[in-house]
């Protein structure tokens, strides 16, 4: 009965208010994590393969798991707790939808200075050395008091329903197909198998994640669900991830390894969040609202009404952030000489990473550099490019405006708004740093994985002449120079001078980025893992 094409969301505008009875349904039958963040700062990711002998013990292991996934519900209801704990220690509540997105809490200053070419949020920089406030080492002990369970998810590949035994698998072609087999790679250019981590080459039928503030914790409960899963008899974990999320600032921005802020721009399921964005961000020329049909898809083991699940993409990215700093000192270097100077300044190598990400640092979309307010700002998302239709603010094949055209595609290829915005992901994933290199796990929540994550990174992050060129003696416009693959040397067109019409420079970039394993899962509703038996 729920209307999933609507952009409105779902549930209450605020989070004191209450879910419609469908709605609540609704929530109490899927995981968390799909239509938010978990937001959670450290987690660890169990990949297990099944016991093949014993279907009929994984799947008991699987009922036993019904009763400690969390919710869409619980989530809901552990954020609100999570509010009021911020909101006592004096942190709140502002409920930006930033730190929204990041943390579930409400947001507190980013402390980020936003000016033009500005900001300084790199690893390195001094946000990552800020002192913490008074406020913020409360928060951290009553945080360490929050009763609320870590966080679960479980997920299973194409691979684990086979091994369960269940031949009614969700319908998703890519998800079938599975992320080993020549095809897809092929289409997306990842990588033979062989170079993946030797944790990812083999099969891997499920994937729990627990997550929670406090590593300790995830690491008691990481235990308990492996130590369960081989009582039980039913697999074992073979292989691990930790994510641990990296911050400006204690309770600031997430960043990523390269030092940008990231998880700004994310489509919205819940009404809360979508009316924050709006107060906070705007929304007249980017909304954020999306509908529950972009990540929500049926559960054919679920509840007939309530069954559904989210297909999710995992993809290990490693980040060579030695060699990304080259390949942005290379496009600095190329800017200062067509500026008559022989080297680059710090402003140069700012404008370069922000060419190359679409924002710079601190966030601040490097279509729009001038509307950064101040340190309280919130980072800018209400923009399009339909106002620098030649790329000569952000240029084309920027990160940004690969994954995310907003409505270059309408007038470009006289496409619809509508389609554009159904390739929208839901990004849910975690850095990592380990002694073998440090990177990205990458996580996306998607109803369809050819129409959403595939398409993005096949048919937009890798493809050369999206969003122009090629045809009309355009030159190409390159890859993606944050994730594309597999054509580093075709040239990229950069503005010499930011927003001046003229010459462009074309400087190709490498890869910094590799893939190091990947599977598609399907994040089942709680009805079908309790009749999993
Ligand atoms: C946005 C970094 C991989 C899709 C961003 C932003 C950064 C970033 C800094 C800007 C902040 C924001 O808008 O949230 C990275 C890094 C990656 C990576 C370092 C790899 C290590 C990917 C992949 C995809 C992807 C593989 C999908 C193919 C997106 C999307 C956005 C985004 C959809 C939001 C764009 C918007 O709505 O404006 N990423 N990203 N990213 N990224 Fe990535």
Redesign the pocket.
């Known amino acids: 009965r729920l209307d999933f094409t609507k952009e409105t969301g779902i549930g209450p505008a605020d989070r004191q208010g209450e879910f419609g009875p469908d709605e609540r349904r609704l929530m109490e039958d899927i995981q968390g994590n799909i239509l938010k963040s978990h937001g959670r700062d450290h987690s660890r990711h169990l990949f297990i393969r099944f016991d093949r002998e014993r279907p009929g013990k994984a799947r008991a292991w699987l009922a036993t798991m019904a009763d400690q996934v969390t919710t869409a519900m619980a989530q809901w209801e552990q954020s609100r707790k999570r509010a009021a704990i911020f909101a006592a220690v004096g942190l709140g509540p502002v409920g930006a939808p930033l730190s929204a997105e990041l943390g579930d809490g409400p947001r507190v200053s980013t402390g980020v200075k936003v000016g033009p070419f500005g900001g300084h949020n790199g690893p390195d920089g001094p946000d990552g050395h800020k002192r913490r406030t008074a406020p913020e080492v409360r928060l951290s002990a009553a945080l360490a008091e929050d009763p609320s369970p870590p966080f679960v998810n479980l997920m299973l590949s194409a691979s684990g329903y086979q091994a369960l035994g269940i031949t009614d698998l969700p319908q998703d072609e890519a998800f079938r197909r599975g992320t080993r087999g020549t095809a897809t790679l092929a289409k997306l250019c990842d990588p033979p198998v062989s170079e993946w981590h030797e944790g990812f080459q083999g099969a891997i039928d499920a994937l729990v994640i627990v997550a929670d503030d406090s590593p300790a914790e995830v690491q008691e409960k990481a235990d308990a669900v492996a130590g369960a899963l081989l009582r039980a008899g039913a697999g074992k974990v073979v292989h691990e991830e930790i994510g641990k999320v990296l911050r400006t600032h204690p309770h600031g921005p997430v ?4 030092g ?8 919205h399921f819940l009404t809360k969040d979508i009316e924050e964005a709006k107060k906070e961000q705007g929304y007249e020329k ?1 909304h954020p609202g999306a509908p529950l049909h972009l990540v929500l898809a049926k559960d054919p083991g679920g509840h007939a009404e309530t069954g559904y699940g989210s297909y999710f993409v995992y ?1 290990k ?3 060579d952030v030695p060699h990304f700093n080259r390949q942005r000192l290379k496009l600095a270097t190329e800017l200062a000489k067509a500026d008559g100077r022989a080297e680059p300044h710090e402003g140069d190598i700012e404008l370069a990473g922000a060419y190359m ?3 710079f640092r601190n ?1 601040v ?1 490097v279509s729009q550099p001038a509307t950064g307010a101040g340190d309280d700002a919130p980072i800018a ?1 209400d923009f399009d490019f339909l106002g620098d239709k030649d790329g000569l603010k952000c240029p084309y094949q920027a ?3 690969k ?2 055209p ?1 409505g270059d595609t309408t007038w470009q290829f006289n496409g619809s708004l509508e389609k554009e915005r159904n390739r ?2 839901a ?1 849910r ?1 975690i850095s990592y740093e380990s002694d073998g290199g440090v ?2 796990l ?1 996580l ?1 929540a998607q109803a369809d994985i050819s129409r959403q ?1 595939e398409f ?2 096949a048919d ?2 890798n493809d050369v002449d999206f969003i122009c060129g090629g045809e009309d003696g355009k030159p190409s416009t390159g890859q ?1 120079p ?2 594309g693959c597999g054509h580093a040397d075709t040239p990229m067109n950069w503005p010499k001078k930011h927003g001046v019409p003229g010459e462009m420079l074309s400087v190709s970039l490498a890869e910094s ?1 590799t893939l190091r394993g990947a599977e598609y899962f399907f994040l089942p509703s709680r009805g079908f893992l309790k009749t999993a038996r």
């Open positions: 960043r990523e390894h390269f940008f802020i990231d998880g700004v721009s994310e489509p980017w993809r990215l490693e980040q990400v679409g924002r966030g979309p998302n990160h940004i405006r994954t995310n907003r929208r992901i990004r994933g990177g990205l990458f996306c994550f993005m990174q937009w992050c993606d944050i994730v980025v």
